[in-house]
């Protein structure tokens, strides 16, 4: 692995310190560090590279930065299986388990080609109004169909493979990945899945019939939604917490599990249940 690209969370100021001694690493052996354009700004670097270019030669993915962080270069690598690091520099995350302190270590075993890979599924989200494609987009987390500040319940008519689920009257609904369970969906009352688990969980967000529950369905299974009744109101679907399409009544939101998954550098140093207890603070009093 020679063409390691490094993107970095840019507004956090510890991250051009860290991104300049880890560039400095990488060239001393002999590698070739392909730094993204915002953060080659913030450096006051001429040699940035546009994301395009990143993809398309990156052999691993540094990440400085957050759980947000990674899961935005995570869709920009869907489709191509490049390991991804992931480097918090503030507490530990879900997503980036590696310590700045640990950081160098991993690489070295990177580099040796001794990774820890963890497979971590994606959905492919597809809109479509009519017969048009609005808009097909992949996602490490989840999908969050939610209505406007002010709006009220909406009605989301929910189908499996095409078989009826049930209409959801609630203020919105998550389809997540088994690694999505411990974000939005966990606090809209979901389940914890094992991220290594291979299944699709639709989370209804505050339904106004109390025996709506989560569901988790096999990986297999297409999910479709359709805005039933949205009363003139704002209705948002949101992909990853980070990318909104407006939808309007009568739209179709099909939800897949995509073909390519995303490869994330373990720490071996570190379980899943570790880091479980350590962000949900079990034990302590």
Same mark, same amino acid.
């Given at each position: 692995?020679?063409?390691?690209?490094?993107?970095?969370?840019?507004?956090?100021?510890?991250?051009?310190?860290?991104?300049?001694? #880890?560039?400095?690493?990488? /060239? /001393?052996?002999?590698?070739?560090?392909?730094? /993204?354009?915002?953060?080659?700004?913030?450096?006051?670097?001429?040699?940035?590279?546009?994301?395009?270019?990143?993809?398309?030669?990156?052999?691993?993915?540094?990440?400085?930065?957050?759980?947000?962080?990674?899961?935005?270069?995570?869709?920009?690598?869907?489709?191509?299986?490049?390991?991804?690091?992931?480097?918090?520099?503030?507490?530990?995350?879900?997503?980036?388990?590696?310590?700045?302190?640990? #950081?160098?270590?991993?690489?070295?075993?990177?580099?040796?080609g001794e990774l820890r890979i963890s497979e971590r599924m994606m959905l492919e989200v597809i809109v479509t109004r009519g017969s048009t494609e609005l808009t097909r987009c992949h996602v490490l987390n989840d999908a969050v169909i939610n209505k406007?500040?002010?709006?009220?319940?909406?009605?989301? /008519?929910? *189908?499996?493979?095409?078989?009826? #689920?049930?209409?959801?009257?609630?203020?919105?609904?998550?389809?997540?990945?088994? +690694?999505?369970? +411990?974000?939005?969906?966990?606090?809209?009352?979901?389940?914890?899945?094992?991220? #290594?688990? *291979?299944?699709?969980?639709?989370?209804?967000?505050?339904?106004? +019939?109390?025996?709506?529950?989560?569901?988790?369905?096999?990986?297999?299974?297409?999910? +479709?939604?359709?805005?039933?009744?949205?009363?003139?109101?704002?209705?948002?679907?949101?992909?990853?917490?980070?990318?909104?399409?407006?939808?309007?009544?009568?739209?179709?939101?099909?939800? *897949?599990?995509?073909?390519?998954?995303?490869?994330?550098?373990?720490s071996p140093d570190k379980d899943y249940f570790a880091i479980l207890r350590a962000k949900l603070k079990w034990g302590e009093r």
């Open positions: 692995m020679k063409q390691v690209a490094i993107f970095a969370k840019v507004h956090d100021p510890r991250c051009q310190g860290v991104a300049s001694e #880890l560039i400095a690493w990488l /060239e /001393e052996r002999g590698c070739v560090p392909l730094v /993204e354009g915002h953060l080659a700004r913030h450096m006051r670097s001429a040699n940035g590279l546009t994301d395009e270019q990143i993809r398309d030669q990156a052999e691993l993915v540094v990440v400085l930065g957050g759980d947000g962080t990674l899961i935005s270069v995570a869709r920009l690598f869907s489709g191509r299986q490049v390991p991804i690091l992931g480097v918090n520099l503030g507490s530990l995350g879900f997503l980036t388990e590696i310590t700045v302190e640990e #950081l160098y270590p991993a690489l070295e075993r990177c580099l040796r406007g500040a002010i709006a009220r319940i909406i009605d989301l /008519e929910t *189908r499996v493979n095409n078989y009826s #689920l049930t209409t959801f009257k609630a203020d919105g609904l998550i389809i997540s990945t088994p +690694t999505g369970s +411990t974000g939005y969906s966990l606090s809209a009352g979901g389940p914890i899945v094992h991220p #290594l688990m *291979r299944c699709i969980l639709i989370t209804p967000i505050c339904p106004h +019939t109390l025996t709506n529950r989560p569901v988790m369905v096999a990986d297999e299974s297409v999910v +479709t939604i359709v805005v039933k009744a949205a009363f003139d109101e704002k209705v948002y679907l949101t992909l990853d917490g980070q990318v909104g399409v407006d939808l309007l009544e009568g739209d179709t939101v099909e939800v *897949r599990s995509a073909q390519k998954t995303t490869a994330l550098v373990s």
